[in-house]
């Protein structure tokens, strides 16, 4: 099956770093979303992006589905922005997950 | 608020014992999911249903079943429970395909 692979597994910085997620995928996707978990555990949406770019805010994120990759951007990062990032692709009806990466932002 | 309800929000079960997760959407979506998140696993897939009436596997289905009798409820059914069973596990929906996922808020599941 597909394989879904991000990088870093952990990333610590210190409050207003910038910071730069990368999620590949071994084949051709339908979809691409990234999510956030907080640390209570609670999943939630970011961005919907199958391909190109899109910005929320702080954050933004690139999906360039012909090479196999997508990018979320983090700017002046805030200690609320800890937790669990995962990106989740969509192909052949099932959804995949990355195992994700652990940021802590330190005040 | 409509989303989706999951119960219980935890539940200590012994080994052998049956249980059922119970999911709940008001939003009318088709598909819906279940996951279970592990300790340096991620989140993996269990089962999954596209429309009512449809289930299929996911990458990790044994020891789990699932139906889907309706559009809003989607149930996983521990038949004989195991310690390894123990995890977080996360119900989720989306309207069609692949859009606006949407996740439940968890049930932690310790099999002793």
């Known amino acids: 099956g597909i394989q879904v692979e991000q990088s870093p597994p952990d990333l610590i910085l210190q409050e207003g770093a910038n910071s730069t997620l990368r999620c590949n995928f071994s084949?051709?996707?339908?979809?691409l979303q990234w999510f956030h978990q907080n640390p209570w555990g609670q999943l939630i949406n970011l961005f919907y992006?199958?391909?190109g770019t899109k910005q929320n805010g702080r954050l933004s994120a690139t999906t360039v589905a012909t090479e196999r990759y997508s990018l979320l951007y983090i700017s002046s990062s805030q200690t609320t922005d800890s937790g669990v990032y995962f990106c989740?692709?969509?192909?052949?009806?099932?959804?995949?997950f990355g195992k994700g990466t652990r940021l802590h932002i330190l005040p | 608020t409509a989303g989706i309800t999951q119960a219980p929000t935890s539940q200590i079960l012994a080994a052998g014992r049956s249980m059922t997760l119970r999911c709940t959407q008001d939003?009318?979506?088709?598909?819906m999911y279940w996951y279970r998140q592990d300790l340096g696993l991620g989140l993996r897939l269990i089962h999954y249903?596209?429309?009512?009436?449809?289930?299929g596997k996911g990458e990790v289905p044994d020891g789990y079943s699932v139906s889907r009798a309706n559009t809003d409820d989607f149930p996983l059914t521990l038949a004989s429970a195991v310690p390894s069973q123990t995890s977080v596990y996360f119900c989720?929906?989306?309207?069609?395909?692949?859009?606006?996922?949407?996740f439940g808020s968890g049930t932690r599941l310790t099999v002793v």
């Open positions: 989720a929906s989306s309207p069609q395909g692949y859009a606006g996922y949407t």
């Open positions: 084949d051709s996707v339908n979809n």
């Open positions: 992006i199958p391909s």
């Open positions: 989740a692709v969509y192909r052949d009806d099932k959804i995949i």
């Open positions: 939003m009318r979506h088709n598909a």
């Open positions: 249903s596209n429309t009512a009436g449809t289930t």
